[in-house]
């Protein structure tokens, strides 16, 4: 084996070896006023915010900038729960 080879073929091998970074979302509840409209949404938030304190504000922004404020985080999940909220949070699936 080339002795230049060997330095990429370590950092290969760590880039490989890494933790892959997990998606996580968290399902919502928000609303608007005047007249009231109330949503469930799902959201992808960032790995760092995977908890609901967290994830709420995240989110909080978010749906402040298109007129609704957030009542709360039900829960965060990974992408394995996405298939069982997609029905239930409807157009504001993956949406904010």
Not at 21 to 33: E, I, M
Not at 66 to 71: P, R, S
Request: aromatic share 8%; charged share 20%.
């Amino acid at each position: 084996m080339n002795p230049r080879a060997i330095p990429a073929a370590v950092l290969l091998a760590l880039a490989l070896a890494a933790p892959a970074h997990a998606a996580c979302f968290a399902d919502y509840k928000a609303k608007q006023d005047g007249p009231l409209r109330l949503h469930y949404g799902v959201a992808e938030v960032p790995d760092n915010a995977c908890n609901p304190g967290a994830a709420s504000g995240v989110l909080a922004p978010r749906l402040q900038r298109a007129g609704w404020t957030l009542l709360n985080v039900v829960s965060t999940f990974g992408p394995e729960g996405l298939d069982e909220r997609k029905a239930s949070a409807g157009d504001f699936y993956l949406r904010f």
